[in-house]
């Protein structure tokens, strides 16, 4: 779980947040390959698979909903005792009232990659964040993303609307 927060009126501060962060999987300490921004209101549909076999995200919304349930419970089963798990639910209770009373000081992180001037999202950091929040309704989420164009794409790249 992230804890840290980011200052994100202070775009000089992106960079040295993300690297903070690092033990992200697949990040590999290359933040500064990335080109890093932050979107307060990133639409959350960028990374969510649908029927579209080409369109690459991790999950569709309904996996992404089990995933939420899937990872509340082990939470739960990973305790000890009535006291742990009662423990634990408090902990992660007041972890989302933070996050959701202000989002922005807690930002998912996303890359975001071009192949064929097409763009593909992935959540490396915020995976329970940004399931929570689809739980909860939400559209778009606060996120720090990183752009990074693979030399292979051809033309001018062009985030996929949907």
């Not at 639409?43 to 649908?50: F, Q």
């Amino acid at each position: 779980m992230n804890t840290g927060s980011l200052n994100v009126d202070d775009a000089t501060t992106i960079l040295p947040w993300i690297e903070s962060q690092f033990g992200i999987p697949g990040l590999d300490k290359k933040a500064e390959l990335y080109e890093w921004r932050f979107e307060p209101a990133f639409e959350m549909i960028r990374c969510i698979r649908d029927e579209d076999p080409e369109w690459q995200a991790d999950f569709s919304e309904s996996e992404w909903l089990q995933h939420r349930q899937n990872e509340n419970q082990e939470r739960l089963d990973d305790c000890y005792d009535s006291r742990e798990k009662a423990e634990t639910r408090a902990a992660w209770e007041g972890f989302l009232l933070r996050f959701k009373t202000n989002p922005r000081s807690l930002p998912i992180i996303v890359t975001e990659s071009f192949v064929a001037g097409v763009a593909h999202y992935y959540v490396h950091d915020g995976n329970h964040r940004f399931a929570e929040a689809l739980h909860w309704g939400w559209s778009t989420i606060p996120a720090v993303v990183g752009r990074r164009e693979c030399p292979s794409a051809k033309g001018t790249p062009q985030p996929d609307n949907r």
